[in-house]
């Protein structure tokens, strides 16, 4: 019976790490229903990149005041995070503090969590007032209704109670308390458990206790299902990311091969198909649905913690365009999730009748874009919305013939006069002379 | 003025130092050939042994691309590069950034491999190498703003370039709230130019302007034909056609030495 403690929390740890397992196998699954693309090449660049970008929080700083709250948030995060080692030991073990051997150095371990603790619970107050007091736009878009705007405030809430589980555990700790160092913080709670029997306080520490692992393990569950999954997606993303010039768009290459053949004199239009290729389906231009992106643009839907630093920089949504690059990501996400549930349900992916043109994502947003990388140069993770965008327009221009009439009209002057204006090449030189 | 072209060039067993890519805009634009006629100046005053294509010359196909049409664009890029690599065109200048852009970054892949820089990039350096000066001279204490074209502040990362070259005007530059990488677009990128924009509360090139208006200055300076369009619209809309000049930096330059 004395072991009963220790088998409920390994269940309980193999039961969260177990189910934690699953879903990150289910997103491994879903990225890479997306094309290939090489990222691999420059690895010295990418790792420069994840370094400075993930670790180093660079991009984050540009907007300094919830740069600086996230970084508190984020190093409290990895620091405090030391300390479930030690609960997981005691957990499985039935020891105690554990790690208090290391003596006075223990001490100060711990006394430095629960600074950090104390600094990620107003940091993530002020976010809590930023989002709802202060109401900064780019929190309330119209993306950002339902699921999306509660996420926030569950994964802000989540940091509170865990943050105050740790502090309540270590003030209703006697012995710990007693000792009198390694508390800065929790010394202060003792005086609200002062009129408490011995026996209460430790319950009180022992439901802490299991209540913050249980939290933890919660929380890590809840990842798969939020936008706070960037806390682990943020470092492949931005090793991954594009390195290249952020103007330079990609040249599609199957349209490269058709180009040349016409192009080429001395091909024979009349030539037959090679053997055996009589039955290859034709590469569809650009993206109608998620399957159609490349990996990497998967990979970025769900890096995505809807920030919307994206969408608060972009001209179009700025000036009250459908546009918004945030929702891209998060429209696509979504469009992802259901496809792999399709998947998880019917063995492979059975056409639902749905995609993520139209479906989700309007030709109305689409064509409010400017591609003037303002979405990519602000994401702190490197996301790049912008490509997504241009890979439907290639769907709905080369699939489709669904330009706009104008655009239209600027294509056929480009093809019948080497201008996107009706002007004849042959004037092309008259401006020296006027 | 006389401008040589790479046949006429060819015809006489030269080759020019740098092809000058003018664009479609720089060509057919009436207020875009008082830019391309201003570098033309510059180019003049420097000794730069330069050439154009002139009527071989064909949209680089970056307005094509940007609206989704990949098949167009690699035509016309693949005809531009036949006619470049014919020339043996080794450097490019342009004073358009979705030109320069296209040239430098999407045309190497399909064979067309030049040094290609925008025209700042060119004064620059012609100032650097002593081969053209600027003193202050016409705008000299004037306030001026710079807008930042997105196809060479964020997609190529040119933002002081341009800002050394209107210093160099002995003016007063005075940066708008949204400015170098976090720039604002004057609307027209992504082949916005030749569509109506889409349904909104506001033109991007007047939210735009007014950040530029409230600067106070005089000249809105830019380095982009297309940006300067939407900028003198803007300047239109905001009922300060009076008070306020849009003018390229060669335009600057080019006026500010009497070209």
Redesign the interface.
Known sequence: MTYIDNIAFAILLFLGIGFFVKNIQKLIRNIKLGKEVNRLDNSSARWKNMAMIALGQSKMVKRPIAGILHIIVYIGFIIINIEVIEIIIDGLFGTHRVLSFLGSFYNFLIGSFEVLALLVLVSVTVFWIRRMILKIPRFWNKEMKGFPKNDALYILYFEMVLMSLFLIMNATDVPFQQKNFGNPISQFLVPLFQNFEVNTLFYIERTAWWLHIAGILIFLNYLYYSKHLHILLAFPNTYFANLNAKGQLSNLESVTNEVKMMMDPNIDPFAAAPEGSENDVPEKFGASDVQDLNWVQLLNAYTCTECGRCTSSCPANITGKELSPRAIMMKTRDRLEEVGENISKNGSFVDDGKQLLNDYIKPEEIWACTSCNACVEECPVNIDPLSIIMDMRRYLVMEQSAAPQELNSMMTNIENNGAPWQYNQMDRLNWKDE | ???P?MAEMMAQGKQPEILFW?G?A????DRA?KI??AF?KILKKAGVDFA?L??E???S?D??????????F???A??NI?VLNSYEVKKIVTACPHCF?TL???YP??GGNYEVVHHTELIKSLLDNGRLSIEGGKYKGQKITFHDP??LG????IYEIPRDLIKKLEVELVEMK?CK?????C??????????????????NV??TEEANATDSSIIATGCPFCNTMMTDGVKATNKEDSVKVLDIAELIANAENL
């Open positions: 003025m006389n401008v072209t003018v479609c720089g060509s057919f634009d050939k391309t006629k033309v154009v002139g009527t010359e064909s949209c196909g307005p094509a691309k940007r609206a989704g049409n990949e098949f167009l690699q035509m016309q693949m005809t036949e852009n430098k970054n999407e892949s399909l997105c196809y964020r997609a190529n990362d949204r990488s976090n720039g604002l677009c609307g027209a990128g992504g082949a916005q130019m030749f569509k109506e924009p889409e349904k909104g509360n506001k033109d991007i939210e735009r």
